[in-house]
């Protein structure tokens, strides 16, 4: 009896904070029946320059699910579940080696989306040499300077003898997107090396011009109340404070940032994750082709 009435008042009181932490009302509105639409924007995406593609770039700690997203993407896009980016499930280490760029396949077999992703080492910085050596491949991977294939060193930057060094970029080989990849669940547990780091990557950022986006991943495993029913996204009260203090630490806009749940483990499509993931993707393609225009004026 004992143990039943322990379950129950655990239950209760579960119930309790779920609804505390759940707003009658989104503060953010979204068009849970809006796939369509978001679909077709994607699809009539068309860069103003002929042969221009916009080159989307994910940066963000190890484990947060830079890779899973790209995968998240095209499966939304090809309508079928996609590992075309390879994903690890263990969290301590860093999967992705090397800087690799992900075209989507668009309708016949070599029609692709004008918009690539590119995926590089996760971000892990033990000491201020390890953010300086990191900081400095960014850097260099937003100009342009960083060629398909190229393996980051933890111990060196890239130099300009490296054949993967691009001495002489083209307007395709840079960096017009940048966006940042936060798993919700540890967001709030950044450290101080993380932190400046990517206040460093921004400044470069900034100077460049290059508008910057941020992802949180993992928001069912973040948020009890959105694991109960996804639609719960905007109405946590939970995420809304994990973004905010996000926001404030690293200066990026809450309109920039965007919660989603990527595709790694399921077997089919959901249309609510559908949406979260073409949303921030909309958001993406648009920040970014207003800087292409603005390249080319």
Known sequence: MKITCCNMVSTLFLLYVLYLSVLDEPWRSINWGSKHNFLQHANNYNPQTDGQQLRILLHGPVGAGKSSFINSVQSVLE??????????NMAQG????????YKIQKGTRNTFYPFVFNDMVGLKCRN??????????????LKGHVQDGYTFNPESKLSK??????????????????VYVFDANTVSLMNDDIKETILDIRDEANELGIPQVAVFTKIDEACPEIK????????????????????ATVGIPMNCIF????????????????????????????DGNDFLNEMHV
């Open 94 to 101: 860093c999967f992705t080696k090397k800087y690799t760029t």
């Open 259 to 286: 919660p989603v749940k990527n595709y790694h483990d399921e077997i089919s499509l959901n249309n609510d994750a559908d949406i979260l993931i073409l949303s921030s993707l909309k958001s993406i393609i648009d």
């Open 161 to 178: 003898e490296d054949r993967y060094y691009n001495g002489s970029p083209s307007a395709n080989d840079k960096v017009h997107v940048l």
């Open 79 to 88: 309508g079928r579940i996609c590992k075309k980016a390879f994903a690890d």
């Open 228 to 247: 109960q029913d996804l639609k719960n996204v905007y109405k946590s009260t939970v995420l809304q404070e994990k973004m905010e203090q996000f926001s």
């Open 128 to 141: 201020r040499r390890d953010r300086r050596i990191h900081v400095k491949d960014v850097k260099r991977i």
